[in-house]
C-alpha cells in the first residue's frame, strides 16, 4: 500500500465523519464551519481525482462564498428566537434511517457497478480543440461545444438575482443591498481588505487568463473577484451599489448578451447559433469569458449581499 | 401521426433555427427587460410575447411539412459531443399550449403589473420571470439532451419560486421556501440520475440514448431517481406538500402560470424519459405504480378541494388533483410487448396536459377578479356573484365544464382516447378512475357554481370597475379548452382516424349530464359546507333519506384531510420521497 493511498483512504474517511458531524452538530456556527472544511477537503478530492476545474470550483463556491453565506445566515439567526419543533418520533426516525440507508446502498450499488473504463467523450473533445485553438478541454466543452448549457446557466444566475431582489420591501425598491457595515478604520479586517483585493485581483485575472489552456477559468476568477469585492464592502470601505443602477445592470448582462450576440452572429453570418468561425474562435471566446468573468463576480458578489434594504437616498 | 425517424436526427433541418429562436427570444426580453430597468419592462414583455407566439406558431406550421422532428445542433456540433435542439409532435403541442396561455396572461396581467400603478418592484419580477418561464419551458419541450434539459429545469425553478412570493407577506415567503427546498431536492435527484447515466453510456443525447440503452441495473436505479425527482417537482401525490400553499398564495396571474404550465414542464421531462430513452424498460409494474399514484391524488385533491373555505385553495387542490390525471397514461401506453407506443394513450395525456393549461389557468385568472372585486374568495361569501361579475362566473364555470370532460372539450377526447385504450389494454381499473375523475372535477365546479349562482340577500358591494379586456383574456383561454377537442392534432399526435366527431348527439348529452348529476351527489355528501340553496322541504326530506350516509361520507373526508396534512409535514414528504425511489427501482428491477 503505497503512502498515497494511505492519504486517500484517510482523506476519504476524514470528509465521511466531517459530514456526518455537520449534519449532527447543533450549533449553527459549528455547523458552518464543518461545511466550510468539508468543502475544501472536498476540493483536495477532486485534485486527486485530476479535476482541477471541479477542485477549483467547489473551493471557490463550497468552501468559499457559500460558507461566507452561511456566517451570515448563522449570525443573524443567532439573535432570533428559535422555536425548535417536536423531535421526530422514534418510528419516523428509524424509517428515515433505513430509506436513507437502501436509497444509499442503491447509489453505491450503481456506481461501483459502472464501466471501467467509463465511455467518456473526453477523446473526442481534444480531437476537435483545433476548432477553437484553446487546449482546456474543460473551456472548449463549455464555450463550443456545450455552448447553450453554459449560456442558459448564465440566465440562471441573473433569474436568481431578481428572485434575491424581489425580496425587498417596497420602499427599498432600487436601493444599497445589505446593511452597511462598519468596521475599525484601523482594526485587522480594514487592513485586510487594503492589503488583499490587489493580489486577489491579479490571482482572479490569472485563473481565469490560464482557464484558455490550462484549469481554470471565468467562473473561478469571477468567484475570487467576487470575494475580493466583499471583503471590501464588509470592511465598510466602500457600500453595495444602488440595484437601480444603469452600469450595475448592464455588468450583470454583459456575459449572457455577449454570448447570445456572437451566437446570433454565428446563425447569421457563420454555420449555426453559437458555431464559431476557427480562424476567429478564440478572441471571440475570450471576449466572452471577459464578459463573464465581470458578470459572475458581480452576481455573485450581489447574491450574497442580499436583498435591497436601504433607499438609494439616506 | 409522426414517426420517430431517427435517421435525420444528425442533421439541422431547414426550418431548425426556429427552435433556437423560440428559447432565444424570450431570454433577450429577459436581458433587455433587466437592463432597462423599471419602466421599460412592460414595454419590452409586450414587444416580446407576440414575437415569440408567432415563432411558436411558425414551427407548428413548419413541423407537418417535414419529414420526422425539426432538428438543429448548437454550435453545427453533432451529438454526443455537442448538443440538438428537436420538436416533434409533443413538443409542437407544449409549444402551443405554452404560447396560448401566456399570451392570456399576459393581456391579463398587464393592467396590474404596470409600473405606474403598483410599486416598480413587482412588476419588475412579475414580466421578467414570466419570459424566462417561457424560455425555460421551451428549453424543456425542446431539448434533445438530458443535461440540457437539467438547466432548463433550473431556469424554470428560479424563474417560478419568486413568483410565488410576489407580494412578500410573510406566509407566501413560507411558501416560496418550501417550494425552492423540495423543488432542489428534485433537482439532486434528477441530476445524479444523469451523471450515471452518462458514466454508464458516454451520452446524454436522447436519441443516441434510444438505441444504447439496455436493461442494466444502473440505468435503472437512475431512471428510478430521476422520476422521483421530477414527481417532486411535478406534485405529484403524495409529494404535494408545497403545491397547495405556493399556488394558492401567488398573484392571480401567477397562479395561472404555475398551476397551468409550470408543472408541466417537469411532467413533459417525465414522458421523454419514460416513452423515449428507455421505451421498453421501465415494466409493467412500475407503470402501474405511477397511475396508481395519479389515482391517489385524485382522490386526495378532489375530496380535499371539496372541503376548501377559500376558493383559490380549492383550486389549488384540484390541481393536485388534475396532475394525477395526467399520470394514468403511463400504463395504459403501455402494451402487451413491454413497450410503450406512441399511440392513442399518448396522444390522451398529451391533450389532458393541454387542455388542462388553458383551462386551469382560465379558473385562477377568474377567480383572482372574484377575489379582487368581492375583496375576499370565501366560498360562502360567494352568493350573488353571478350577477355582479358575470363574465367572471361564466369563465370559471366554462373552465370547469372543459376540465370535465364534456365535448368537445380537449379533456373529453383525451378521456375518450385514454378510456379506448384502456379497453384495449384489458385494464378496466383504470377505466373506473378515468370516470370517477371527471365527477370529482365537476363535483367541486358544481359546489362553486352552487353558491355564486345563489341569490344573495344584500347588494354586493365591488372594490372597483371590472374591465371587460381583462376578464376577456380568461374566457377565451377557457374557450381555448372547451373547444380544443375540434382542432386536427393529427398532423402532431397519434389520434385514430374514427374518433372525434361531436356532432351534438345523445351521447354527447349523456357525457355532460353523467359527470354533472355524479358530481353533484359527490359534492352533497362530500362539502362539510351548509347547502348554498337554504332549507327547502324537498331538500329536508333528502336530508334525513341520506343523512347517515352523508355522515359516513364526511368522517371519511375529515380522514382524508387528516392524512393530507400529515403528508404535508416535511418527515412524511422526505420519507414518500426516498419511498417512492426505491419502489420505483425496486419494481424497475423486478421487471428485467
Given at each position: 500500500m503505497s503512502i498515497t493511498t494511505i492519504f486517500e483512504i484517510l482523506l476519504?474517511?476524514?470528509?465521511?465523519?466531517?459530514?456526518?458531524?455537520?449534519?449532527?452538530?447543533?450549533?449553527?456556527?459549528?455547523?458552518?464551519?464543518?461545511?466550510?472544511?468539508?468543502?475544501?477537503?472536498?476540493?483536495?478530492?477532486?485534485?486527486?481525482?485530476?479535476?482541477?476545474?471541479?477542485?477549483?470550483?467547489?473551493?471557490?463556491?463550497?468552501?468559499?462564498?457559500?460558507?461566507?453565506?452561511?456566517?451570515?445566515?448563522?449570525?443573524r439567526l443567532r439573535n432570533a428566537d428559535l422555536v425548535a419543533g417536536e423531535a421526530p418520533g422514534k418510528l419516523l426516525r428509524v424509517s428515515a434511517a433505513v430509506l436513507s440507508g437502501l436509497t444509499a446502498a442503491a447509489l453505491a450499488g450503481a456506481i461501483l457497478l459502472l464501466p471501467d473504463p467509463a465511455p467518456t467523450l473526453a477523446p473526442a473533445a481534444l480531437a476537435n480543440s483545433w476548432a477553437t485553438s484553446l487546449t482546456n478541454p474543460v473551456t472548449n466543452v463549455l464555450m463550443a461545444f456545450r455552448a447553450m448549457d453554459t449560456m442558459l446557466e448564465k440566465v440562471v444566475l441573473l433569474l436568481a438575482i431578481i428572485g434575491v431582489w424581489s425580496l425587498a420591501p417596497d420602499i427599498a425598491w432600487g436601493g444599497h443591498p445589505g446593511p452597511r457595515h462598519q468596521a475599525d478604520p484601523r482594526g485587522i479586517l480594514a487592513f485586510l481588505a487594503r492589503l488583499l483585493p490587489p493580489v486577489g485581483i491579479v490571482v482572479g485575472i490569472h485563473i481565469f487568463w490560464t482557464g484558455a489552456n490550462h484549469p481554470g477559468g471565468a467562473f473561478q476568477g469571477g468567484a475570487i473577484l467576487a470575494s475580493m469585492w466583499l471583503l471590501v464592502i464588509m470592511a465598510g470601505l466602500i457600500d453595495t451599489p444602488p440595484v437601480s443602477r444603469r452600469w450595475l445592470r448592464f455588468i450583470l448582462i454583459a456575459g449572457p448578451s455577449l454570448f447570445l450576440v456572437v451566437g446570433l452572429g454565428g446563425l447569421w453570418f457563420g454555420t449555426a447559433f453559437l458555431s464559431y468561425p476557427p480562424s476567429m474562435a478564440k478572441p471571440l471566446i475570450l471576449g466572452i469569458e471577459v464578459a463573464m468573468i465581470l458578470t459572475i463576480a458581480a452576481t455573485l458578489g450581489l447574491l450574497l449581499a442580499g436583498a435591497p434594504e436601504r433607499n438609494a437616498k439616506p | 401521426m409522426l414517426p420517430p425517424a431517427p435517421a435525420l436526427d444528425a442533421m439541422t433541418t431547414t426550418s431548425g433555427f426556429l427552435l433556437v429562436l423560440s428559447i432565444i427570444v424570450p431570454i433577450a426580453g429577459v436581458l433587455l427587460a433587466f437592463v432597462l430597468g423599471d419602466r421599460y419592462v412592460k414595454l419590452v414583455a409586450c414587444g416580446i410575447v407576440p414575437l415569440a407566439s408567432a415563432i411558436a406558431m411558425a414551427i407548428l406550421f413548419a413541423l407537418p411539412q417535414s419529414n420526422g422532428p425539426l432538428v438543429y445542433l448548437l454550435g453545427a456540433w453533432p451529438p454526443p459531443l455537442g448538443v440538438a435542439l428537436r420538436a416533434d409532435g409533443l413538443s409542437a403541442v407544449m409549444l402551443a399550449a405554452t404560447a396560448v396561455v401566456i399570451s392570456g396572461v399576459a393581456v391579463f396581467a398587464a393592467p396590474d403589473f404596470s409600473p405606474a400603478s403598483t410599486q416598480a418592484r413587482t412588476p419588475f419580477a412579475f414580466w421578467i420571470l414570466l419570459l424566462a418561464i417561457w424560455a425555460a419551458l421551451n428549453t424543456i419541450f425542446l431539448a434533445g439532451d438530458l443535461f440540457t434539459l437539467y438547466v432548463a429545469l433550473e431556469l424554470l425553478t428560479f424563474a417560478a419560486v419568486p413568483l410565488v412570493?410576489?407580494?412578500?407577506?410573510?406566509?407566501?415567503?413560507?411558501?416560496?421556501?418550501?417550494?425552492?427546498?423540495?423543488?432542489?431536492?428534485?433537482?439532486?435527484?434528477?441530476?445524479?440520475?444523469?451523471?450515471?447515466?452518462?458514466?454508464?453510456?458516454?451520452?446524454?443525447?436522447?436519441?443516441?440514448?434510444?438505441?444504447?440503452?439496455?436493461?442494466?441495473?444502473?440505468?435503472?436505479?437512475?431512471?428510478?431517481?430521476?422520476?422521483?425527482?421530477?414527481?417532486?417537482?411535478?406534485?405529484?401525490?403524495?409529494?404535494?406538500?408545497?403545491?397547495?400553499?405556493?399556488?394558492?398564495?401567488?398573484?392571480?396571474?401567477?397562479?395561472?402560470?404555475?398551476?397551468?404550465?409550470?408543472?408541466?414542464?417537469?411532467?413533459?421531462?417525465?414522458?421523454?424519459?419514460?416513452?423515449?430513452v428507455m421505451p421498453g424498460l421501465p415494466g409493467f409494474a412500475a407503470t402501474q405504480l405511477l397511475a396508481a399514484l395519479g389515482a391517489a391524488a385524485i382522490v386526495f385533491g378532489s375530496v380535499v378541494a371539496l372541503r376548501q373555505e377559500r376558493l383559490k385553495l380549492l383550486i389549488a387542490y384540484s390541481t393536485l388533483a388534475q396532475i394525477g390525471y395526467l399520470f394514468l397514461m403511463f400504463p395504459l401506453a403501455f402494451d402487451a410487448a413491454g413497450r410503450f407506443q406512441n399511440g392513442g394513450a399518448l396522444a390522451g395525456g398529451l391533450l389532458q396536459a393541454f387542455s388542462h393549461a388553458t383551462a386551469k389557468a382560465a379558473m385562477f385568472m377568474a377567480v383572482g377578479s372574484i377575489y379582487a372585486s368581492l375583496g375576499h374568495d370565501r366560498i360562502m361569501g360567494l352568493r350573488g356573484a353571478a350577477r355582479a361579475l358575470p363574465l367572471s362566473v361564466l369563465t370559471f364555470a366554462l373552465s370547469g365544464i372543459a376540465l370535465m370532460g364534456v365535448p368537445p372539450s380537449g379533456a373529453s377526447l383525451a378521456k375518450d382516447l385514454l378510456l379506448r385504450s384502456a379497453a384495449g389494454n384489458g385494464q378496466w381499473w383504470w377505466e373506473i378512475v378515468l370516470q370517477t375523475g371527471g365527477m370529482f372535477t365537476a363535483a367541486y365546479v358544481v359546489l362553486v357554481l352552487a353558491y355564486a349562482l345563489a341569490p344573495s340577500d344584500k347588494p354586493i358591494a365591488l372594490a372597483g370597475p371590472t374591465r371587460l379586456i381583462r376578464d376577456a383574456a380568461p374566457l377565451v383561454l377557457a374557450l381555448c379548452?372547451?373547444?380544443?377537442?375540434?382542432?386536427?392534432?393529427?398532423?402532431?399526435?397519434?389520434?385514430?382516424?374514427?374518433?372525434?366527431?361531436?356532432?351534438?348527439?345523445?351521447?354527447t348529452l349523456s357525457k355532460l349530464l353523467f359527470p354533472v348529476l355524479g358530481g353533484a351527489i359527490l359534492a352533497i355528501l362530500l362539502s362539510p359546507w351548509p347547502h348554498a340553496l337554504g332549507s327547502s322541504t324537498a331538500r329536508n326530506t333528502l336530508a334525513t333519506v341520506v343523512g347517515p350516509f352523508r355522515r359516513g361520507c364526511l368522517a371519511f373526508g375529515n380522514l382524508v384531510e387528516k392524512g393530507n396534512e400529515t403528508l404535508c409535514q416535511w418527515p412524511a414528504a422526505s420519507i414518500s420521497l426516498l419511498l417512492l425511489a426505491l419502489m420505483f427501482g425496486a419494481l424497475m428491477l423486478a421487471a428485467i
Open positions: 476519504a474517511a476524514v470528509v465521511l465523519g466531517l459530514g456526518i458531524w455537520t449534519i449532527a452538530v447543533r450549533e449553527t456556527f459549528s455547523a458552518t464551519v464543518g461545511f466550510v472544511t468539508y468543502g475544501l477537503l472536498v476540493a483536495l478530492i477532486w485534485v486527486r481525482l485530476e479535476a482541477v476545474d471541479v477542485a477549483l470550483t467547489e473551493a471557490a463556491i463550497g468552501g468559499g462564498l457559500g460558507g461566507v453565506l452561511l456566517l451570515g445566515a448563522a449570525a | 412570493s410576489l407580494d412578500g407577506r410573510a406566509e407566501t415567503l413560507r411558501a416560496a421556501m418550501r417550494y425552492l427546498l423540495f423543488a432542489l431536492l428534485g433537482s439532486v435527484l434528477y441530476l445524479m440520475g444523469t451523471a450515471l447515466i452518462y458514466g454508464l453510456y458516454g451520452t446524454l443525447d436522447i436519441v443516441l440514448l434510444s438505441r444504447r440503452v439496455s436493461a442494466e441495473p444502473i440505468l435503472l436505479v437512475a431512471a428510478a431517481l430521476m422520476t422521483t425527482g421530477l414527481l417532486a417537482k411535478t406534485a405529484l401525490f403524495p409529494l404535494h406538500l408545497w403545491l397547495p400553499p405556493a399556488h394558492a398564495g401567488a398573484p392571480a396571474a401567477a397562479s395561472a402560470i404555475l398551476s397551468g404550465l409550470v408543472v408541466k414542464g417537469s411532467f413533459f421531462i417525465a414522458v421523454r424519459i419514460w416513452f423515449n379548452s372547451l373547444l380544443s377537442g375540434l382542432v386536427p392534432w393529427g398532423p402532431y399526435l397519434p389520434i385514430p382516424h374514427d374518433i372525434g366527431s361531436y356532432l351534438p348527439s345523445l351521447g
